[in-house]
């Protein structure tokens, strides 16, 4: 064997070759994870019976603060927040009043109203979305509470049981706008299988022919909505998944169902209004029992009016929020915020729409009602070929690009759109007129 290679067989034993191993306590930290359960999109999250979510921060990033409540929480997800205690004790009053009449007329207590819904406990942590961390005690606590506290105010604004003189619900009147809106909050929900449990339970005596609680919910409702009292009555029997389901399915006409496949030929974006007016397409007011009905016929689109208010923005957006979340729910409110956007796209737009009485701004500036519009259609899931406006998406594009509607639409548009146009136009053609005439009779005069 020779020196060289002596000397490197020497540093090859030298060389130490050490083995990484995994510490047991970060095994055991990982197969803990492994096996726990997430919480904060819960495995119920992707269930059909999950329906009260709790809404991803790019929904927040976009409209602010818009799906939490303002000042009452009903169910847990904003339960005992510093912002909503102002009706935490109202509550507690309700409830009160509600046992005092229960007790002399039908021997019900609060043991009762506990025991039926302790019943529906697993079934109503399966429809929230996050993982619920409190106790059964607490939990149904808290379900009784809201629920009731919400079924004695809808009895109270319609009139079946009495407002006290001095109850600042409806003595200050800021507060029922605000539970309007709060109690359509996605964020702020209960089931409804609960509330018809806690409703039925606590009827009184002559009150099983009376009102149901899809009529005493949506007649609080209409207070903001001022829909005709016999397009209320139509939904009285009908079922949801909570308020603000209930209020949205009920804006749904039946004749305007989404399609189940797709059509052979790929469904068009409608242009804007600016443009759609200088090919002839016009936009008319027409009388509807809901806002979603909108209609395409002899080269214009029919929309209901609809009013956009502080109510109304925060319940369309509260309502595309739970159609991009809910499994297997329907995208209409989603579909017709996409058509407004596609419509909208400066203020002069939104200007034209309030002209043509399509919108009611109660919001603010032209500017305004423009910033929620392209808020309300920003980032969401939409597939254009199965909404239920495909067919009018397409019928608008195909009017549009026909040749002759656009070349006799432009020049209307540039010549008769503005009482001034009109004036040059017409000033121009008495000009010429008197130019052909002046020349005519120089002809003449001179044979």
């Known amino acids: 064997m020779t020196m060289g290679s002596t000397s490197v067989e020497a540093e090859a034993n030298d060389h130490v070759i050490s083995i990484w191993e995994v510490k047991k306590d ?88 506990l025991k039926a819904v302790e019943s529906l406990e697993i079934k109503a942590r399966e429809c929230f979305s996050e993982t619920i961390h409190l106790g059964t005690d607490e939990f149904v606590e808290l379900l009784v509470l809201d629920g009731l506290f919400i079924i004695e105010l809808f009895r109270k604004v319609s009139g ?39 409703f039925d339970l606590s009827k009184l005596p002559g ?38 389901d209930l209020v949205r399915s009920s804006l749904i006409p039946s004749d305007q169902a989404e399609p189940k496949v797709k059509a052979r030929t790929p469904t068009h974006v409608i242009h804007s209004i600016s443009k759609l007016r200088r090919a002839g397409i016009k936009l008319n007011a027409v009388k509807a029992e809901s806002f979603l009905v909108v209609k395409f016929r002899h080269g214009a689109i029919e929309m209901p009016t609809i009013t956009i208010d502080d109510f109304m923005t925060s319940f369309l957006l509260n309502c595309v929020a739970y159609e991009q979340c809910q499994s297997g729910c329907s995208k209409h409110i989603t579909t017709y915020a996409t058509l407004i956007d596609y419509l909208v796209s400066t203020d002069r737009d939104v200007e034209y729409l309030c002209d043509r009485n399509i919108i009611e701004n109660n919001l603010g500036t032209d500017a305004e009602v423009t910033r929620f519009i392209k808020n309300l259609g920003k980032d969401v899931a939409f597939d254009i070929d199965l909404c239920y ?28 759109d503005t009482p001034w146009s009109f004036i040059s136009a017409l000033a121009a053609l008495i000009l010429l007129l008197l130019t052909v005439a002046q020349t005519v009779f120089t002809i003449y005069s001179a044979v």
């Open 207 to 244: 009150e099983e022919s009376g009102p149901t609680l899809a009529t005493l919910a949506l007649e609080f409702f209409n207070y903001a909505m001022q829909r005709p009292d016999e397009v209320v009555e139509k939904y009285k029997n009908h079922k949801a998944r909570h308020l603000l």
């Open 26 to 113: 970060r095994l055991e930290s990982m197969n803990k994870r492994i096996s726990e359960p997430p919480t904060l999109l819960s495995n119920s999250a992707g269930k059909q019976s999950c329906c009260i979510f709790r809404l991803p921060q790019s929904f927040i990033n976009i409209n602010g603060k818009s799906y939490q409540p303002h000042i009452v929480s009903i169910g847990p997800y904003h339960h005992g927040e510093a912002h909503v205690k102002i009706i935490e004790e109202h509550k507690w009053r309700y409830l009160g009043s509600l046992l005092n009449r229960l007790k002399n007329t039908k021997s019900l207590g609060l043991e009762d109203f």
């Open 389 to 416: 406006l495909s067919n009018l998406f397409n019928d608008v594009h195909d009017y549009y690009s026909c040749s002759r509607h656009v070349q006799w639409a432009t020049f209307k548009y540039k010549y008769f």
């Open 160 to 198: 079946l049981v009495k407002f006290d003189p001095d109850d600042p619900m409806i003595t200050m009147s800021w507060i029922l706008p605000f539970l309007y809106r709060d109690f359509l909050k996605l964020e702020n929900q209960i089931p409804y299988f609960v509330l018809e449990c806690l």
